[in-house]
T-cell receptor, first 115, second 115 residues
Framework: NAGVTQTPKFRVLKTGQSMTLLCAQDMNHEYMYWYRQDPGMGLRLIHYSVGEGTTAKGEVPDGYNVSRLKKQNFLLGLESAAPSQTSVYFC??????????????FGSGTRLTVV | AQKVTQAQTEISVVEKEDVTLDCVYETRDTTYYLFWYKQPPSGELVFLIRRNSFDEQNEISGRYSWNFQKSTSSFNFTITASQVVDSAVYFCAFIPEDNTDKLIFGTGTRLQVFP
């Protein structure tokens, strides 16, 4: 099915380890986003991209890096994981005109635990 | 500042009761878009509705209805004759027309429907 695919779905990291979360979309969306979801705080934007080769910081960018080398992929990296980064991570994509249609299409999420 | 407030953290009802989820937003923009998303226990985010600021007509979709009142900056969501399957976290979100990057989410309301 067309949509947004996130890998992996679950991961446990030790403090200080690094990892990369992969997001892939097949809808030819220009924009892509990484959010984290924590209890009582809703979804907070980490980084986003408005096109291939571009990235920008969101609300909570510290401790994360991103890359968008191809239009369909958006990678989120944790260079040195910390327990505060334990969260559920959602990737989303949208057309340039975000407010048309359904807004964002979300992936199914990645549950990350840092111990 | 632009902001979405969902003051109800958690609501519990018994099946067949009607329930209203509140959403209040803050903006100085004249044109904007509002969304509701549902996050069932399985974790994915599901689009429910998009509403334009220039269209204050209420909308009904089966047991779901939405009441948009620009005068009070509210976009409330009512479920009639609730069912156990309605149990989920519901997010209200906002984006102004001239914002080319991101949806602003409320913190969500957890709805529990008991049989």
């Amino acid at each position: 099915n067309a949509g947004v695919t996130q890998t992996p779905k679950f991961r446990v990291l030790k403090t200080g380890q690094s990892m990369t979360l992969l997001c892939a979309q097949d809808m030819n969306h220009e924009y892509m986003y990484w959010y984290r979801q924590d209890p009582g705080m809703g979804l907070r934007l980490i980084h986003y991209s408005v096109g291939e080769g571009t990235t920008a910081k969101g609300e909570v960018p510290d401790g994360y890096n991103v890359s968008r080398l191809k239009k369909q992929n958006f990678l989120l990296g944790l260079e040195s994981a910390a327990p505060s980064q334990t969260s559920v991570y959602f990737c989303a994509s949208s057309y340039k005109v975000v407010y048309r249609g359904n807004g964002y299409t979300f992936g199914s999420g990645t549950r990350l635990t840092v111990v | 500042a632009q902001k979405v407030t969902q003051a109800q953290t958690e609501i519990s009802v018994v099946e067949k009761e009607d329930v209203t989820l509140d959403c209040v937003y803050e903006t100085r923009d004249t044109t904007y878009y509002l969304f509701w998303y549902k996050q069932p226990p399985s974790g994915e985010l599901v689009f429910l509705i998009r509403r334009n600021s220039f269209d204050e007509q209420n909308e009904i979709s089966g047991r779901y209805s939405w009441n948009f009142q620009k005068s009070t900056s509210s976009f409330n969501f009512t479920i009639t004759a609730s069912q156990v399957v309605d149990s989920a976290v519901y997010f209200c979100a906002f984006i102004p027309e001239d914002n080319t990057d991101k949806l602003i989410f409320g913190t969500g309301t957890r709805l529990q429907v008991f049989p």
